[in-house]
């Protein structure tokens, strides 16, 4: 690990590789979120992730991107640490919120996640009810006690999910016989109804067909006035449709990050660049 | 050059002819296996139904002095041989309890001996040609009828064959299997939880699920041992109590329960579990509100068929002394008890032939149990089973 690149002013735009700059520098208006440093992760002996830094603003969207197996997911799911959950998996560097390191051994993962809310690539509605779907994380987190704001809250969640009138007559039906799109939107109500700083979407229309998908991006672009949006995308012009910040990823480092419309338009890398024109991937 | 389709055809013949004497192979062991259980099924009815019929006879019953002292004064001389000992027996007493009776008379069904039950059911018996005239000739009158055995649903374990019943077992098996499950299924629920949801993959855990595995399979009368030399003789629980029987069961039920319970577990998808961490519950959390939930169909299930196996399970209460001579329903959870198997264990060893059907009547009713949970069992997968 080299510390230099650490205590280096990170421009907002910046390599993973030390004294490598591979993005224009600009000026960025918005807000830190997350600042990770030097974050390196192994699966066994595997090594997963490359010295990866990165500066996600806050109530952007920042999609990341690149081929199967490049480290994105990985990356993502640094962010809450549900990496924690598979065996054999070290972790080094940085990964920094609110001043704190999430991985240092006082942070504890409940608390991180009930900041960082996840959505993931095939929806996965608790088999309860719609209502129980939304509510249980609050009620478990003590964010609602008397009967009233719950409803309120669910029902808050639900309009911001896009979902509430297609649900609010059958709120206590099984989340499960939903459909596809609604059950991903039931997922996302289910996320924000913790009032997370950010959530972390993991190819979440990768599973759904057209219309659905376009709903989602709508709701990602309405959500990202209150949500910090980190999502996983297969589909390029998904990312040049919802995202403001780009990641390209491959093979477990981080190529290019930049703004999208530079992305897209004008990268800075060749890999990058070769990516997006179709040229592998 | 590629073959003609009459050539593979006739390349083929050899391939279908091979399957289809497969097909037969198999349909003919399945046949043989049906046969057997029809066989078995059968035998067991033939022997076991007529247990739950039982022959009755109309007496006049004169409660006077010399009966206070000896039951068989009240009845009439040529009629009193046929009646069940166990009756007279009862005479004394209810004068006793009843001083008003004395001097009346009184007309009443009671029960044969079993003799006269075995002879009216063409079995062997041992009457003297005037006694089978006797009995024949009130069969005619309609003052010896066949009814149905209430005693033998009523009543615990006797000498007299027409008074044994399954009552004293059927109670001591509920009794030993209350403490089995109040043992088993808590234990062995939370051990699966443990080694499924939070045990570290170590050499440690790994050895802990190759023993747990192997214990499903040691020989169920080592249970017997072991319970009897840990209960009874390290902690002294009462021997042939339901106690140390639901105990010495509960052992070789745990690793039952437990197995299930972790395939139960594991069949919940763990797609379910990340959205729970995501929301942010603890791993306690994860599994209480979430995955417990739909594991508990399938843990249900397991812990039925446990019982079930608990139930029928005859050589480890033979060591631990449950396998006894029990007259009366037991009490208490300390007291001597017998369950269904031992009791038809029981009478299996009787010499007389009116107990080759009550053994049959006893394997009935447990039967008929057994097939009754593992269909409550089936029923409750069924009814939740989920597809994801």
């Known amino acids: 690990m080299n510390s230099q690149v650490a205590e280096r002013e990170m421009t907002p735009m910046t390599s993973q590789r030390a004294g490598q700059p591979v993005t224009r520098n600009e000026q960025v208006n918005h807000d830190l979120s997350v600042r990770v440093r030097d974050l390196n992760l192994w699966y066994g002996e595997n090594q997963a992730l490359h010295d990866v830094n990165i500066d996600v603003f806050q109530k952007t969207v920042t999609a990341l991107i690149g081929p199967s197996g490049c480290g994105k997911s990985t990356f993502l799911r640094c962010l809450n640490r549900m990496n924690d959950l598979i065996r054999d998996v070290r972790i080094d560097g940085l990964v920094e919120m609110d001043g704190r390191d999430v991985n240092e051994p006082k942070m504890d993962e409940v608390a991180l996640r009930r900041r960082v809310g996840m959505v993931f690539q095939k929806p996965n509605p608790f088999p309860k009810s719609i209502f129980e779907n939304v509510a249980y994380a609050p009620r478990m987190h003590d964010l609602v006690s008397r009967r009233a704001d719950q409803d309120e809250l669910v029902e808050r969640s639900l309009r911001d999910a896009g979902l509430w009138e297609e649900v609010k007559d059958k709120l206590h039906q099984p989340g499960t016989s939903l459909s596809g799109g609604q059950q991903q939107r039931l997922c996302i109500a289910r996320a924000i109804a913790v009032q997370p700083d950010v959530i972390l979407m993991d190819e979440p229309t990768s599973a759904l067909d057209p219309i659905s998908t376009a709903t989602i991006e709508d709701l990602m672009d309405k959500l990202k006035q209150q949500f910090t949006i980190v999502t996983v995308t297969h589909n390029m012009q998904q990312a040049a449709r919802v995202a403001d910040y780009t990641a390209f990823f491959h093979l477990g480092e981080l190529i290019e990050y930049n703004d999208t419309k530079t992305m897209f338009s004008n990268p800075y890398t060749k890999k990058a660049e070769d990516y997006i024109t179709g040229r592998y991937g | ?388």
């Open chain 2, 1 to 388: 050059m590629s073959q003609s389709f009459d050539e593979i055809t006739t390349q083929l013949k050899r391939r279908h002819r091979k399957s289809a004497r497969l097909k037969w192979l198999s349909m003919a062991s399945l046949g043989v296996a049906l046969l057997f259980l029809i066989v078995f099924f059968a035998d067991m009815l033939n022997k076991g139904l007529p247990a739950f019929q039982q022959a009755m006879v109309q007496v006049e019953v004169n409660y006077n002095e010399d009966a206070e002292t000896m039951g068989r004064a009240a009845l009439e001389p040529d009629i009193a041989p046929l009646v069940s000992r166990s009756f007279e027996r009862l005479i004394p007493g209810m004068i006793r309890d009843n001083p008003d009776l004395l001097g009346t008379t009184e007309t009443r069904w009671v029960l044969t001996n079993s003799d006269v039950d075995q002879y009216l059911k063409g079995h062997r018996n041992e009457l003297s040609e005037d006694e089978r005239a006797a009995i024949d000739e009130r069969v005619e009158n309609e003052q010896v009828e066949m009814k149905f055995n209430t005693t033998f649903f009523t009543h615990g374990d006797s000498k007299m064959a027409e008074r044994a019943g399954i009552m004293a077992a059927a109670v001591g098996t509920i009794m030993t299997m209350l403490v089995t499950l109040a043992v088993a299924f808590p234990i062995g629920v939370m051990t699966a939880i443990y080694l499924e949801e939070f045990a570290p993959d170590n050499r440690f855990t790994q050895a802990i699920e190759i023993n747990i595995n192997n214990l499903a399979a040691i020989p169920s009368i080592l249970f017997g041992l072991l319970g009897l030399a840990v209960f009874i003789n390290f902690f002294g629980v009462p021997r042939s109590s339901p106690m140390v029987g639901g105990l010495t069961l509960a052992l070789m039920t745990l690793p039952v329960i437990i197995i299930s319970t972790r395939a139960a577990l594991r069949s919940v998808p763990d797609s379910i579990r990340q959205g729970a961490f995501a929301v942010g519950c603890s791993r306690w959390q994860v599994v209480r509100d979430h995955v417990l939930p739909l594991a508990l169909p399938g843990i249900m299930t397991g812990s039925i068929i446990g019982l079930a196996q608990a139930m029928g399970e005859t050589a480890p209460l033979i060591i631990v002394g449950m396998v006894a001579f029990i007259p009366d329903v037991s009490a208490s959870f300390t007291q001597a008890a017998t369950v269904l198997p031992a009791q038809v264990f029981t009478w299996a060893g009787e010499p007389e032939r009116a107990f080759v059907e009550k053994t049959a009547g006893g394997i009935l009713v447990l039967l008929a149990v057994l097939i009754f949970m593992n269909a409550t069992a089936v029923l409750l997968r069924k009814k939740f089973e989920r597809r994801w």
